[in-house]
């Protein structure tokens, strides 16, 4: 399932995107940038002064979306999270035809409509249409035909820990991407060592299962600031000396 975020600038779709994956299964999804903000999860950071410093902005290039599409199309995670700009444009029509569905994010009525047609004369399936506000009270107008409702507190560097919004949309997201069914791995020739970060994660005890709305177990991994030295330590003892490693995972 390859899920397109997009709507008008300033409508709060990176910290959004930083919601869901705070509630998403480790082991399934991947985050593409389709837009050269220069922008990506650690943007989220609390402390906005130092992301200011450290963002570099880019620029729409041939390259910049041939690059990004090819990326989109090489995932094998049941779950990518696709971030775009806040144009109706050429570029964000290719990336969109190299995705499955959308959701849209905006603070405007009208370009939430606009937004909402693009995707759907693309041919993509909308999995959720989102009022967004940084005030007022959440709410969820409907979940059919697809998810309907009011998100609001998206601030850079927070976490809604109790959006019953965020929760919902996950529920939804696990569901359709179909995460529950186990698919078999087929035996891979390569000979090196292979870490999975969700595996290594249990192991050091930052990883528990938690709970979809709708009940599905998925595993959680969330690693925090001191657990670098442990994850060098670990990984420095699974290596063997002159062979390669492989790490899987964000």
Not at 26 to 39: H, K, L, N, S, V
Not at 63 to 87: E, M, P, R, Y
Not at 138 to 154: N, W
Request: hydrophobic share 35%; with cysteine; charged share 30%.
């Amino acid at each position: 399932m390859k899920i397109v975020f997009c709507g008008p600038p300033h409508s709060g779709k990176s910290v959004f995107i930083a919601n869901l994956i705070d509630k998403l299964p480790t082991d399934a999804y991947t985050i593409i940038r389709a837009c050269p903000d220069g922008e990506g999860t650690w943007s989220n950071n609390k402390n906005q002064n130092e992301t200011s410093i450290v963002r570099k902005k880019g620029k729409f290039t041939k390259s910049f979306i041939d690059g990004a599409c090819q990326a989109i199309d090489n995932q094998t995670n049941k779950i990518v999270l696709v971030d775009v700009g806040g144009v109706m444009s050429k570029e964000n029509e290719q990336v969109f035809s190299h995705c499955d569905s959308f959701i849209v994010l905006s603070s405007d009525e009208e370009k939430k409509k606009e937004w909402l047609e693009f995707g759907q004369k693309l041919g993509l399936t909308c999995v959720g249409c989102l009022d967004s506000s940084l005030e007022g009270k959440e709410e969820i107008y409907s979940r059919t035909p697809y998810f309907q409702g009011k998100i609001v507190g998206l601030e850079r560097g927070e976490i809604l820990e109790d959006s019953v919004v965020i929760k919902a949309i996950v529920s939804d997201i696990v569901q359709k991407s179909r995460y529950g069914e186990k698919e078999k791995i087929a035996e891979s020739e390569y000979t090196g060592s292979i870490i999975d970060d969700t595996e290594l994660g249990f192991e050091l005890g930052y990883g528990k299962e938690i709970f979809t709305e709708d009940g599905t177990p998925i595993k959680k991994v969330r690693w925090s600031e001191n657990a670098l030295p442990k994850i060098y330590q670990a990984i420095q003892e699974k290596l063997i000396s002159g062979q390669a490693v492989r790490i899987n995972g964000i």
